[in-house]
T-cell receptor, first 114, second 112 residues
Framework: NAGVMQNPRHLVRRRGQEARLRCSPM?????VYWYRQLPEEGLKFMVY????????ESGMPKERFSAEFPKEGPSILRIQQVVRGDSAAYFC????????????FGPGTRLTVL | QQQVKQSPQSLIVQKGGIPIINCAYE??????FPWYQQFPGKGPALLIA?????SEKKEGRFTISFNKSAKQFSLHIMDSQPGDSATYFC???????????FGTGTKLQVIP
C-alpha cells in the first residue's frame, strides 16, 4: 500500500511563473490537506479538501493560491505569479473518510523561487 | 495567535539520556494531541498521540504525559539514541475534522 505521493519533489521557478504541486493520497483516502513549512518553522495549515469540495481554506493566502481535488486524479496546489516568499516546503497529508484523527504525510515538494 | 507553544526550540542530550519536550495549548476544545517526528528532507510521521481522558501513554521508548488542568502535554524519550535525532512537533486537533495545528518544533540531537 503506497503512502502519500507528491511530485515533483523539488521545483524551481522564477518570479512570476506558476507552480503546480501534485498530491496523490493513500489508497482509500478521500480527505486531503495541504500544509506549508518555512525553513526552521512548523507546518502551517493551508487547505482541507474532499473529493470535488474545498472544506476549509482558511489558511490559504487570498491571492495567487488555489487548490483542487478532482473526482479523478491527484489534488493540485497551484501558485500563480510566484514570489520569493513562496519558497518553502509544501506537504500534503491524507486521511480516510471514516473520520480518523491520524493524517499521513507525503515527502513534500520543496519550492524554490529564484 | 499561537495556539500551541512548544519548548525548547533545540535540545542536545547524550545517548541514553531522557529528552523532554513540552507543549502548552489554550483552547479547551482540542481533544487529540499527537507528536510528529520529522527527519531532514522528509514529511512528518506520527509518533504517538493521546486523548485528554488519560494522563499518560507509552509506546516503546516514547511517553506522553498529559495535564488537562494545566493544558500542557510533554514527550519523553527514554534511553535516547542517535537515530532519534530529528525535529519533533507537538500538535493539537479538535473534533469535527482533522485540521492539525502544529507547534513550532524542537530540534533534538542525541550525541553518542
Amino acid at each position: 500500500n503506497a503512502g502519500v505521493m507528491q511530485n515533483p519533489r523539488h521545483l524551481v521557478r522564477r518570479r512570476g511563473q506558476e507552480a503546480r504541486l501534485r498530491c496523490s493520497p493513500m489508497k482509500g483516502h478521500s480527505h486531503v490537506y495541504w500544509y506549508r513549512q518555512l525553513p526552521e518553522e512548523g507546518l502551517k495549515f493551508m487547505v482541507y479538501l474532499q473529493k470535488e469540495n474545498i472544506i476549509d481554506e482558511s489558511g490559504m493566502p487570498k491571492e495567487r493560491f488555489s487548490a483542487e481535488f478532482p473526482k479523478e486524479g491527484p489534488s493540485i496546489l497551484r501558485i500563480q505569479q510566484v514570489v520569493r516568499g513562496d519558497s518553502a516546503a509544501y506537504f500534503c497529508a491524507s486521511s480516510p473518510p471514516t473520520g480518523a484523527d491520524e493524517q499521513f504525510f507525503g515527502p513534500g515538494t520543496r519550492l524554490t523561487v529564484l | 495567535q499561537q495556539q500551541v507553544k512548544q519548548s525548547p526550540q533545540s535540545l542536545i542530550v547524550q545517548k541514553g539520556g531522557i529528552p523532554i519536550i513540552n507543549c502548552a495549548y489554550e483552547n479547551t476544545a482540542f481533544d487529540y494531541f499527537p507528536w510528529y517526528q520529522q527527519f531532514p528532507g522528509k514529511g512528518p510521521a506520527l509518533l504517538i498521540a493521546i486523548r485528554p481522558d488519560v494522563s499518560e501513554k507509552k509506546e516503546g521508548r516514547f511517553t506522553i504525559s498529559f495535564n488537562k488542568s494545566a493544558k500542557q502535554f510533554s514527550l519523553h524519550i527514554m534511553d535516547s539514541q542517535p537515530g532519534d535525532s530529528a525535529t519533533y512537533f507537538c500538535a493539537v486537533l479538535s473534533g469535527g475534522y482533522q485540521k492539525v495545528t502544529f507547534g513550532t518544533g524542537t530540534k533534538l540531537q542525541v550525541i553518542p
